[in-house]
């Protein structure tokens, strides 16, 4: 989508600290991060959120709930170290969610204790 921010993050118009990607999917940090570990796993193919999920799509949501997990656990440098201690994986979903960015992402928080529930 051509005005989407993440369609352009994908796409290397806009800078971002990518941490991993590939044919399918793209990992990056979040640009105002909430916690020390703060980062996004965002399809390539544009969906806008959880909610206009496609039954194509359900497959590919694993996928990338796999590599986040991944990537959270994985030992530094090459993950973020979080296996020992955990980590939240959050999909925030149209105005109620809280979603702000229309590109369906997942969002990973750790490196300290997230407090339950959200305000
Ligand atoms: P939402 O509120 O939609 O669930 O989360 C959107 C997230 O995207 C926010 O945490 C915000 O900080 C992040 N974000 C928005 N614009 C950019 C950007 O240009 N680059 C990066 N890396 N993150 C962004
Ligand atoms: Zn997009």
């Known amino acids: 989508m051509s005005?989407?921010?993440?369609?352009?993050?994908?796409?290397g118009e806009i800078p971002a600290r990518k941490i991993y990607e590939d044919e399918e999917m793209?990992?990056?940090?979040?640009?105002?991060?909430?916690?020390?570990?703060?980062?996004?796993?965002?399809?390539?193919?544009?969906?806008?959120?959880?909610?206009?999920l496609e039954a194509e799509d359900i497959a590919l949501v694993g996928r990338l709930l796999n590599k986040a997990q991944q990537i959270a656990k994985e030992p530094k440098p090459t993950g973020l170290g979080c296996g020992e201690n955990g980590a939240r994986f959050v999909i925030n979903a149209k105005r109620d969610g809280g979603q702000t960015v229309d590109h369906l992402h997942i969002h990973v928080l750790g490196g300290r204790a997230l407090s339950w529930p959200p305000g």
């Open 3 to 11: 005005d989407c921010i993440f369609c352009k993050i994908i796409k």
């Open 26 to 52: 793209f990992a990056f940090h979040d640009i105002t991060p909430m916690a020390p570990v703060h980062f996004l796993v965002i399809p390539k193919k544009h969906i806008s959120n959880l909610m206009e």
